[in-house]
């Protein structure tokens, strides 16, 4: 049942404020400016013994990793990084009984991500999940974890399930922060900051017409580059992959720094830009980056706190905590794909070629 809604595409984007909630609802912990993850399996003293944390995952659940990384290493200071699961098991890695692993699907049934968990596990390590199906495979395989909560995704193009897997992970990096040393005030801060996600989502959604009108506005381009640093590179290479599986545009994401070292060659009219400027330390050397686009007469379509004078367009989004920013900076992005697929007449909830889970090597 759609709802309502034309495809289960839109349904799923349209649903993120609710999805937000529901990972949220009775976790929240004032006392203590903490949460409760009920099947971590990971007592205080175990958690402060985390020296390491390995995030594995594929497409869209990699990059939601690659955003929970960011925010276990900011708010709890352990040293963590993302790498698809694929790639993982066939590098021999060297696995160390002071790293948490954790292992981040959807669906839950993702043979390489299921194959590194079971090998991980062989090998002794603990893994936890952050897993959206209850009961799947992952979830069943892993020593604790948490559930995503988005609710069903039926397209397969991730949208909600994205968002709330980076809030789950904003929860976990804020247990961790807060069993470590996260202060009450930074914790408050953060608890707070993801209170404010549900009404900041629907008020990003409200702006859907103008979305549109600029996917209407950037149809034309053959291949586009998103921009991000730091906190906005994930989320460039979550909405590149967003564009390409549903509209068949060729677009790739590179940091904005690394513009310079090669990709700047690109840049032409016919090649626009997406740039996730978020108001935060990074503000001026994001502005610098834009200027050099510019002056190689690129196109840009920025997503920031406040209009980008460098930029053609801006989509402003609200701003939040600074570590909590990319959960809302992607999602104009998903209708923006959503919108430039639909008028190319693309078939929306099932693009060419691919499955929602894949199964297979
Ligand atoms: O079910 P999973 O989260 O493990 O799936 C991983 C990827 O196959 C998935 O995210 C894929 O990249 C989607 N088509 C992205 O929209």
Do not use: W
Request: a negative charge; glycine letters at 8%.
């Amino acid at each position: 049942d759609m709802g309502g809604h034309d495809t289960y595409m839109h349904k799923e984007i349209s649903e993120q404020a609710d999805a937000v909630d529901r990972v949220l609802r009775g976790r929240i912990d004032d006392r203590f400016s903490t949460v409760h993850l009920g099947g971590l399996n990971l007592d205080a003293r175990e958690a402060r013994g985390v020296r390491r944390i390995k995030i594995l995952g594929c497409g869209t659940s990699y990059h939601a990793g690659q955003i929970g990384a960011q925010l276990i290493e900011e708010l709890a200071r352990i040293p963590a990084d993302a790498e698809p699961a694929s790639e993982f098991r066939y590098r021999n890695p060297v696995v160390d009984p002071d790293t948490l692993y954790v292992a981040v699907s959807q669906s839950g049934e993702t043979y390489d991500v299921l194959a590194a968990v079971q090998e991980l596990k062989r090998k002794g390590a603990r893994v936890l999940g952050v897993v959206n199906v209850v009961g799947s495979a992952i979830a069943r395989e892993a020593d604790g974890g948490t559930y995503v909560h988005a609710g069903p995704e039926v397209c397969v193009v991730s949208t909600k399930c994205f968002t709330n897997t980076v809030v789950a992970f904003a929860l976990l990096a804020l247990h961790l922060g807060r069993i470590r040393d996260l202060s009450v005030a930074d914790g408050k801060r953060i608890i707070d900051g993801l209170r404010r996600l549900p009404a900041q989502i629907t008020e990003i959604l409200e702006n859907e017409d103008e979305i549109k009108k600029l996917a209407a506005e950037y149809a034309d381009a053959k291949s586009m580059m998103f921009i991000g640093r730091v906190r906005g590179y994930p989320v460039a290479r979550e909405a590149s992959l967003k564009l390409k599986e549903v509209s068949y545009i060729h677009a790739e994401a590179y940091p904005a720094s690394e513009l310079k070292h090669g990709p700047l060659a690109l840049i032409e009219p016919a090649m626009p830009t997406v740039a996730i400027v978020p108001d935060d330390d990074l503000l001026e050397k994001n502005r610098a980056a834009m200027e050099e686009i510019k002056a190689r007469s690129g196109r840009i379509l920025a997503v920031a706190h406040q209009v980008q004078e460098k930029a053609d367009h801006t989509i402003v989004v609200p701003k939040n905590e600074n570590e909590l920013d990319p959960i809302l900076m992607g999602i104009p992005l998903q209708l923006f794909a959503y919108h430039t697929a639909l008028a190319m007449g693309r078939d929306i909830d099932k693009p060419r070629n691919l499955a929602k889970s894949v199964t297979v090597e």
